[in-house]
């Protein structure tokens, strides 16, 4: 009696434990890629072979498939017969996760993964790590474009304070060609300064000249 009461319970705690992920079986990556981008998600390829039990096991892990499921569309990919998408994203192993932006460009792998903390953790830092990147790429573009408008007004001190933020962050992205033309600005933002600075100094020297050549034609006169 004491068995039928357990097993039952057994059963019901196993998908506590125990999750399932959601696999895509859609073959075409592309068509993949566009269901992720119109929900706002990225992409998880998932390699595997016949000695991958253990990683199988591991994406079931109830913590690891609920934020597969929430963040990714996710394709489980036999390693002998997909060897396209292996050439292309250099798959050479299995187990092997690669995570794709929804345009296909990959943002991070793990390959050979023995346990579900080490591997939620590791997956959960590559996503927030892309996170941060998109974050800070926002900042640094609107930076960039509130910095060409002030300079097309010509205000040129605000610009060069908003060319040195977007520099900033688009050295910390790499993204060397945004950083040279930062620098340019700033140095364009630095000439023109100088320059209203000259213009405005001329403008009170011919002023204050004019004031005394003024006074001193009053004095003649008397």
Excluded at 4 to 9: D, G, M, Q, S, T
Excluded at 136 to 152: C, F, G, K, P, V
Excluded at 188 to 206: S, W
């Amino acid at each position: 009696m004491v068995k039928k009461c357990i097993i039952p319970i057994i059963l019901l705690l196993i998908p506590l434990v125990n999750g399932y992920v959601n696999w895509v079986y859609e073959t075409d990556l592309n068509t993949v890629c566009e269901m992720a981008k119109a929900e706002n998600k990225l992409v998880l390829l998932y390699v595997y072979d016949e000695w991958t039990e253990n990683a199988d096991r591991i994406l079931e892990d109830s913590k690891v498939s609920e934020y597969i499921n929430s963040h990714f569309y996710a394709m489980k990919l036999y390693k002998f017969t997909s060897k396209a998408i292996c050439e292309a994203y250099g798959i050479e192993k299995a187990p092997t996760v690669v995570f794709l932006d929804a345009y296909g460009e990959e943002i991070g792998r793990i390959e050979g993964f023995s346990n579900a903390e080490d591997f939620y953790n590791e997956m959960k830092e590559t996503i927030e790590a892309k996170e941060f990147r998109e974050k800070l790429r926002d900042e640094a573009y609107e930076a960039l474009t509130n910095a060409d408008s002030l300079y097309a007004k010509g205000k040129y001190r605000g610009s060069k304070e908003q060319y040195n933020i977007a520099l900033n962050k688009f050295k910390q992205l790499g993204e060397k060609e945004k950083e040279e033309y930062c620098k340019s600005k700033i140095s364009d933002a630095d000439l023109k300064i100088q320059l209203d600075l000259l213009r405005y100094g001329l403008i009170i020297f011919v002023a204050v000249v004019a004031f005394f050549a003024l006074i001193y034609y009053i004095s003649a006169k008397k």
